[in-house]
């Protein structure tokens, strides 16, 4: 059987292939996350509408575009949602195994701007210091803030 298969397989190649890839493997979004520090080391979190109450605080977050870099989501994302200017820096975080979504986090430097948060998604935009994050933060931001 295996044969067989590597036959067929050989036999159809190209666009064929791809299309048969396509079908038989999962397909994910890719949520993209951007911790934005400032030159004194606070970062920046936002008060997310359309998060569960109580665990509103959060880093910039969003979702990738069809053949979009990941670093440059981080940029859009953070634009969209507060108006500031910010460089993507090193990838921090990788993961899948969330349903149909992976999960990638970008450290990010701020560049400039000043805030004006979009308030259909965002309530507010503040820079914090990363000893006194406030109350209501989800955890799995914490983690990736604080380098755990």
Excluded: C, N
């Excluded at 036999?11 to 064929?16: A, H, L, S």
């Excluded at 934005?36 to 997310?48: E, F, T």
């Amino acid at each position: 059987m295996h044969k067989l298969i590597a036959r067929i397989w050989r036999i159809i190649r190209g666009p064929m292939q791809w299309r048969v890839l396509w079908l038989w493997h999962a397909k994910y979004m890719v949520g993209v996350t951007g911790i934005v520090r400032d030159d004194a080391g606070r970062v920046l979190l936002l008060r997310h509408r359309m998060w569960p109450e109580g665990r509103q605080w959060g880093l910039p977050t969003g979702y990738a575009s069809k053949g979009e870099e990941f670093g440059a989501t981080v940029v859009r994302e953070v634009k969209e949602e507060t108006g500031l200017d910010v460089k993507a820096g090193a990838l921090v975080h990788l993961k899948s195994g969330y349903k149909l979504r992976v999960e990638v986090a970008y450290e990010a430097a701020y560049v400039g701007g000043t805030i004006h948060t979009d308030s259909f998604e965002i309530l507010e935009a503040q820079w914090f210091s990363p000893d006194q994050l406030p109350e209501g933060m989800q955890e799995s931001h914490k983690t990736l803030i604080l380098g755990g």
